[in-house]
């Protein structure tokens, strides 16, 4: 077309310079410029043919100068526009700019010779230089790029060889960006696509220095250079690379160019493929590869590159003689990386094998070195560490750590640097140390197991001057970034395993201390203690003692927190005393030491070392060694506390820096008299002289600064002293009830406190007289904490006074009981003073505040009940900003619950029934709410509260406790579903405790037993110990059941999804735990009101876990109360509606008829009653409930025959036939398997319900055996050592004394049939098969399903083919019916579904349009797919999957054999690992797309009719 309009133009004038001139005048736009380019390239082709005019040259230079030139100058200044999605102006600015280009390369030729192009490119170059990378200057930047791209072939390769040279260097100096700012996607993109191509052409010259500047250094170093850089080398690979015949190369081989031999190139490369985010960067470094060795398989000569640093392996080689490994090598490896990109881990884990021989052919069986540089490897690896599927993370990892399991590799430096720089940032995510699928609670984390293992061999095969420097780096990445609990711990025990080895010097000490102190940061205090005892053991196994001195030693020993892991007594203490001992006189003299002329000779230092010495070697230290020092403290007690009392009295504390010397002081003077104490406190002893002068000393300071003496910074410094003083021993006192009983002069101290304003500050001190203050602290942050210490001490002895002298407050304003003591009659005003100091103390001072209104809230809650709601509302505004802060949070929480939970204003609020009581229960659904957030918190609150409850054991406790019964009701019933994160935390906790006193931490650590299941525990524990035969506990727990039934209706009412282990499923399963707990409390009056709702939740679409709960209390019921048995008959009389979803839990219950009559002297009428109802159930339609039937039948029957029942020989024949024929049925497909399967149920085999009633059966033994979630199962270890609630007298209950402890959860998950939970059916293979037993008849088999269909389909016409079409792996309803549709349209045999149930949903039948009802349907459930195709392989059929493998055939190239069984894949997952060894091919769509997977629905019919056609033609040859 464009040479038609050229053509027509040149056929008006036959005078070009008419015709350009006539162009280049007029409007400027994109037509007339491309009609322009199009003119000169027709003019150029006829020049090229010799019948060009000769005023042509001249003709082109003035186009070119006068119109072109000037054209492409006024489009510098216009922006450029976006190169994703440019707008209108933007487009037609491009096409302008372009054909302007075009037109100018003509012109270049046109003109006769190089000297306008050389101009043209002088100029656009300049513009190219004045563009640079700003973004401002981007329209003058893609002018330039067009132009230089237009004229450079025309230039010369010699002659204009150095403007060549400047014009690469400037263009990849756009392309690649500044030293700082990062490239322009769009100017690389320009670069790459446009400028580069047409240097590349220019001869050897131009490419040479394209090449330098792209390998030059530092060039891949900046943020998104590697991408560009790969851009622009993917651009010019077929110039970079040799092609076999060099001459078509002309450029290269000028140049000497050849990427393969340039390590830079494969440094590139390697970025692109493991470190690159960018999908398309990482395709680009997968081309260049693959290019590179295409190439070298075409030249067939041999090449390397050798390794930028070091004297490694070649990072790249070819020889001809290896050709076929190498080929195998990189298909492999090239394979390996593609598959990578699909994320997916059923596609990826096929492949990985293939890594494992990548290796094989790494590595050279002669010499045991490298033949391929390992970093080829490790991109790999990094790939698969920086999936976003954490499951191919974790595969990653786990393939990395396993590499030395069975193969030894060479050293190489790369791959330590990659695992302390990948490999540890990825052993960061907690995640990865979950447990196995079917691994216990406990266990060690696999991925825990593989580190320790493989730091060990690794470490064991690195030579030895390189383990300390690989040591020391790993240790230190540990310090570089905060790490989880769970990671820092896991690999604080690998490092803990490494031999023992001189590896550590004093760099290492301090790495370690690093460790201890910097990434120590967690609020899980056990995975703390545990790590930090295997990073002592670390530094024992590790550091070099001749290296560091036991200075060095000590200091990182104060890292070491005792209260978490290095306590006195554990083994990990006695094996560094051992070290220290055998150690001790190979350590590093200390420099300090000699520096100051300490030496062993010095007195001191050999006092002091023979005493650690004999402390340290004492063979029986913990008496004598602590009698020693007893008596040693002992002996200086006097003078200790008289330098004290002189210190704290006599006005030498003066200055801010004194009360850090004062509060040392207290702690000193405390620690004396606990001592004293623990000896036996005697009258007249050392310690007691000295209290009672400080106290007097105190109270004499604080009285005269109440005179108006000026504020002194002396003066204010002894006073904060003096009521520090007077508050350390009100806290003795208050602590030690046995010296209040010599208590000396009882008044002053309780008059002073009583009258003291409280809430009083100091006042600061004047300048003038406080310099030295000042000096010390400038802020006045400083004071305050001083002034918010001087409060918090007021409430101390507040607290003391009041607890003293409780019974003295009135309960109203005006009743005044004692004038001496003002504080306590005014009760009201203390109060608002508390709320007071609330508002101005620091929330970590505030516990002597909560313990003031503990006592005061229950004198006021009836007169001022405004004023203790107000009081509640403060101090849970306080607890609730400490949630995050874990050290102060605990003890301040209890004190707030010990003072709003307390038993007195918990009855006041009761009986009151005001706005308190109100508050205290949304108080409460806070707290509740809390725990969900921060696990502990309920535990507290319901310990206090049964605690309280079980203490006073009263009538009136009790009562009140019903007030408040919903905090027993949601402990019954507490547990959170945890997160992923929350559950590995707990397991790892499990894991360390189960290590017993192995781990130091295990003895040293509390359990603070905060765990949710001790809040069941709790409530369990207490519902033990209450009486069925007190009134007010009957009560309390008859009304705390119904309202436990009432909570499982509001549950069952629920919309919300209920499946397996889902937070309803669990919650529901509590509530019948607890039941099963009250039932032995229940009369017969309370169960008659009761037993309507037990049945009616037996009615219930419910989990296996409740249906045993469930039935076994009915049992139990019946067993107790025989009377119970007409309502339990009329169970029976429901509609088959429903009952349909619900018998089984009745037929159950019937199993145990055994148990349900033991009590019972005349067994007949029962009998009778139950025999008929089973016999009618034995004949329905549903195969599971026929089951369940004929179990209870067989039951029955035994019973029968036992008692001789006469009326019922005449059923004997039937009976007896229709048993004898379910025990000896052949050849009826799972029928008879799953028969088994029931009759060996633990349910109705080993469980007994009366002997099996114990907490050990409820809380543990059935759940696990049900199927439930590790998280709901309760060792009954744990009630045991859960303290708080004492044991009742029936603790021999709790334990299980029978088999079914030992038995494990079987195959056979007793549901109810009918679920439509919305989960997918995981039963056991128990319901594929659909036949009655009619018990007065032989055995007829059905007609073959199959030849049913054949025959209606042959009336109808229509031909039947022999594939049969698997989909039991898929589950949306969706893909089924579309499937159903195309099989039936097909004439396929038969579709394989894993639930017949599917047909009846309303998605399935809007897809399928009735084709269910003309094609035949099986179902195979998933876990027995493996015997089918194994039985449908011995029929002849050929096994085809649809699955992306490394040995999958292409659909277009497979011929379908006649019998033929596809199997489709799910959804997500595709086809599991061991049914793809079933397959005998698999079969893959050929794509095009970037998406790498189709629909299965679309898949499975493209594979349906390619079938259908090839068989269609079979046919057409045969009939031919």
């Known amino acids: 077309m464009e040479r038609v309009l050229a053509d027509a133009l040149l056929s008006q004038s036959r005078d070009p310079r008419v015709l350009l001139g006539a162009l280049c005048r007029g409007e400027v736009s994109a037509e007339r410029v491309e009609t322009l380019c199009f003119l000169l390239q027709r003019l150029e082709d006829e020049e090229a043919r010799g019948g060009g005019a000769g005023a042509l040259p001249e003709a082109a230079r003035e ?59 002088e100029e656009a170059l300049c513009d190219l230089l004045n563009a640079g990378p700003a973004p401002g200057l981007e329209g003058a930047a893609e002018a330039a790029v067009e132009v230089l791209a237009a004229v450079g072939p025309c230039l010369r390769p010699r002659e204009d060889a150095p403007l060549l040279e400047r014009v690469a260097r400037a263009a990849l100096a756009l392309a690649l960006g500044g030293d700082k700012a990062g490239p322009s996607p769009d100017a690389a993109a320009l670069v790459a696509g446009r400028l580069l191509p047409a240097l590349g052409r220019c001869g050897g010259a131009a ?246 293992k493989f730091l060990v061999t690794y470490i064991s095969f690195l030579p030895e001057e390189i383990k300390s420097s690989f040591l020391l780096k790993f240790i230190q990445k540990m310090t570089s970034r905060h790490w989880c609990a769970v990671p820092i711990l896991f690999l604080s025990k690998a490092l803990a395993n490494v031999p023992r080895c001189k590896a550590l010097g004093i760099e290492g000490l301090l790495a370690l201390r690093d460790v201890l102190q910097c990434t120590m940061i967690t609020h899980q205090i056990l995975l703390r203690g545990a790590a930090q005892c295997y990073l002592l053991q670390t530094a024992m196994n590790l550091v070099d003692v001749e290296k560091v001195s036991l200075s060095d030693i000590s200091t990182f020993l104060m890292s070491v927190r005792q209260e978490e892991s290095l306590g006195r007594g554990t083994s990990l203490w006695m094996e560094l005393c051992d070290w220290l001992r055998i150690n001790e006189s190979y350590f590093k003299q200390s420099s300090t030491c000699s520096s100051i002329g300490l030496h062993e000779t010095s007195s001191l230092n050999a006092y002091v070392r023979n005493l650690v010495q004999e402390y340290i070697r004492s063979p029986a230290w913990e008496d004598e060694v602590f009698t020693l020092l007893q008596n040693f403290i002992m002996s200086t007690t006097e003078s200790i506390s008289e330098f004290i009392l002189r210190r704290l009295t006599m006005n030498e504390l003066s200055t801010v820096s004194d009360l850090d010397r004062c509060h040392l002081y207290l702690m000193v003077l405390t620690e004396l008299i606990n001592l004293n104490l623990n000896v036996g406190w005697k009258r007249g002893n050392p310690i007691w002289r000295v209290i009672s002068p400080l106290k007097n000393a105190s109270i004499r300071h604080l009285q005269e600064m109440d005179h108006g003496q000026e504020p002194t910074l002396g003066r204010q410094m002894q006073r904060a002293a003096s009521m520090a003083a007077l508050a350390m021993v009100c806290e003795v006192l208050s602590q030690k009830p046995e010296l209040q009983l010599d208590s000396l002069d009882a008044g002053p101290p309780e008059t002073l406190i009583s009258s003291l304003q409280l809430n009083q500050t100091l006042q600061k001190p004047h300048t003038e007289e406080a310099s030295s203050f000042f000096e010390e602290s400038s802020s006045s942050q400083g004071w305050g904490k001083i002034v918010a210490q001087y409060i918090h001490d007021q409430w101390v002895c507040l607290s003391f006074l009041l607890r003293k002298c409780h019974t003295l407050i009135p309960a109203s304003e005006g009743e005044v009981l004692e004038p001496t003591l003002p504080a306590v009659p005014m009760a009201v005003r203390t109060l608002q003073s508390a709320l007071e100091a609330l508002t101005v103390l620091p929330s970590e001072q505030v516990l002597p505040v909560f313990h003031c209104m503990k006592i005061l809230v229950p004198k006021l809650l009836t007169t001022s009940e405004s004023l203790c709601i107000e009081s509640f509302d403060m101090a849970w505004k306080i607890i609730a900003s400490l949630s995050n802060t874990q050290l102060i949070f605990w003890s301040n929480f209890k004190a707030f619950v010990q003072f709003v939970f307390d038993p007195k204003v918990l009855t006041i609020a009761a009986k009151i029934k005001g706005q308190a009581y109100f508050k205290i229960k949304e108080i409460m659904y806070r707290i509740i709410e809390m725990s969900a957030i921060k696990t502990g918190v309920f535990n507290i609150l319901i310990s206090y509260c049964c605690r309280s409850w079980v203490v006073s054991a009263s009538n009136v406790s009790l009562s009140i406790a019903k007030n408040y019964s919903e905090l027993v009701l949601e402990a019954c019933i507490f547990g959170t579903v945890f997160r992923r994160d929350q559950r590995l935390v707990q397991d790892v906790q499990t894991f360390i405790e189960n290590l017993g006193h192995e781990c130091a931490a295990n003895v040293v650590i509390e359990n603070t037993k905060r765990e949710d299941h001790y809040v069941r525990i709790c409530a369990v524990k207490f519902l033990c110990l209450l009486d069925g035969s007190n009134m007010s506990h009957k009560l309390f727990m008859e009304d705390l059941a119904i309202k436990l039934l009432d909570k499982d209706e509001l549950v069952s ?170 025990e000896n049925m052949h050849g009826a497909g799972s029928v008879k398997k799953n028969w088994q399967r029931i009759q060996e149920h633990f349910f109705f085999t080993a469980f007994h319900p009366l002997k099996d009633y114990c907490l050990e059966t409820i809380f543990y033994i059935l759940p696990r055996l049900s199927g439930l979630t590790e998280d709901e199962w309760i060792a009954i270890g744990k009630f045991t050592r859960f303290t708080d609630i004492p044991l009742d007298a029936g603790f021999q209950w709790y334990l299980s004394t029978t088999q079914l402890c030992q038995l494990k959860p079987g195959d056979w998950s007793q549901q109810d049939v009918g679920s439509n939970s919305g989960e997918a059916d995981n039963q056991s293979e128990w319901t594929d098969v659909q036949k009655k037993i009619i018990p007065w008849k032989n055995h007829v088999p059905d007609l073959d399903l199959e030849l049913v269909f054949q025959d209606r389909a042959a009336k109808l016409g229509k031909s ?121 091919v698999c079969v893959e769509i050929p794509q095009q797309g970037i998406i790498r997977s189709l629909n299965v629905h679309v898949s499975g019919a493209l594979l349906i009719w390619e079938y259908t056609r090839q068989q269609l033609l079979k046919q057409g040859v045969s009939t031919a």
């Open 63 to 121: 186009v070119a100068a006068g119109y072109l030139v000037p054209l492409l100058r006024g489009l510098r200044g216009c922006p450029a526009g976006g190169a994703e999605d440019p707008g209108p102006a933007a487009r037609q600015r491009r096409r302008v700019l372009r054909a302007a280009g075009a037109a100018l390369r003509s012109c270049a030729r046109l003109a006769g010779g190089p000297q306008l192009a050389a101009a043209l490119a």
């Open 207 to 452: 490419l040479r220095a394209v090449w330098d500047e792209l390998v030059a250094p530092g060039v891949s170093e900046g943020p998104g250079r590697v991408g560009s850089q790969l851009l622009i080398l993917s651009a010019l690979a077929e110039k970079l690379l040799p092609e076999p015949g060099a001459d078509s190369v002309p450029a290269a081989r000028e140049a000497g160019l050849d990427a393969r031999r340039c390590w830079r190139f494969w440094s590139a490369v390697q970025a692109g493929l493991a470190w690159s985010e960018d999908a398309l960067t990482r395709k680009r470094a997968r081309y260049l590869l693959q290019r590179a060795v295409e190439v070298s398989a075409e030249l067939g000569t041999d090449c390397a590159c050798a390794p930028g640093e070091g004297t490694g392996p070649s990072l790249f080689w070819w020889s001809e003689k290896k050709k076929d490994e190498l080929l195998k090598f990189w298909e492999n490896y090239i394979l390996i990386m593609e598959t990578l990109e699909g994320n997916q881990i059923h596609v990826i884990k096929p492949v990985l094998p293939k890594l494992n021989s990548l290796f094989e052919y790494a590595v050279s069986e002669e010499n045991g070195c490298w033949l391929f540089h390992p970093s080829w490897h490790l991109c790999i690896y990094k790939r698969m560490f920086e999936s976003e599927n954490k499951i191919l993370t974790k595969e990653g990892v786990t393939h990395f750590l396993e590499l030395y399991e069975t193969r030894i590799l060479p050293f190489s430096p790369e791959i330590s640097e990659f695992i302390i720089g990948p490999l540890m940032d990825a052993l960061s995510e907690s995640s990865l140390y979950s447990r196995s699928p079917g691994q216990l609670i406990g266990s060690v984390s696999p991925l825990g197991l593989k580190l320790q």
């Open 1053 to 1222: 009412k629920s919309r919300t999804r209920y499946y397996v282990n889902s937070q309803q499923h669990r919650v529901k399963n509590r509530i019948w735990q607890i039941l099963l707990v009250l039932f032995p409390k229940f009369d017969q009056n309370f169960l008659n009101t009761i037993i309507d709702k037990i049945f009616q939740a037996g009615f219930i679409n419910n989990q296996a876990s409740i249906k045993y709960f469930i039935e076994w209390i009915i049992i139990l019921i019946l067993h107790k109360f025989p009377q119970f048995l007409p309502k339990f008959w009329n169970c029976f009389s429901y509609g088959e509606e429903n009952l349909k979803t619900s018998i089984c839990t009745f037929l159950s219950v019937l199993s145990h008829l055994d148990i349900i009559t033991e009590n019972i002297l005349e067994k007949k009428l029962i009998l009778k009653q139950a025999l008929v109802i089973v016999l009618q159930w034995c004949f329905n339609h549903n195969f599971s409930i026929r089951l369940y039937a004929l179990v209870a039948l067989k039951k029955i029957w035994s019973m029968c025959k036992g008692l001789h029942i006469e009326e019922l020989e005449a059923l004997t024949s039937v009976i007896e036939s229709s048993l004898s024929q379910v």
């Open 1360 to 1480: 039947i083919s022999r594939l049969i079409v698997v989909a039991s792996l898929i589950d949306k309803p969706t893909n089924l019916g579309g499937l159903c549709r195309t099989c039936e349209v097909f004439g396929a045999a038969a579709l394989v579904l894993g639930n017949l149930q599917c047909v009846r949903d309303k998605q399935f039948q809007h897809l399928s349009v009735s084709a269910e009802q003309w094609l035949p349907l099986v179902e195979v459930k998933p876990p027995q797919l493996i015997d089918y195709l194994q039985q449908k392989k011995a029929e002849g059929y050929t096994i085809v999957g649809v699955e992306q493998t490394a040995k999958s055939l292409d659909l277009t190239r497979y011929c379908f054999p006649e019998k033929s069984l596809l199997l489709l894949g799910n959804e997500r997952e595709g086809i599991p690992a061991n049914l793809i060894q079933q397959l005998d």
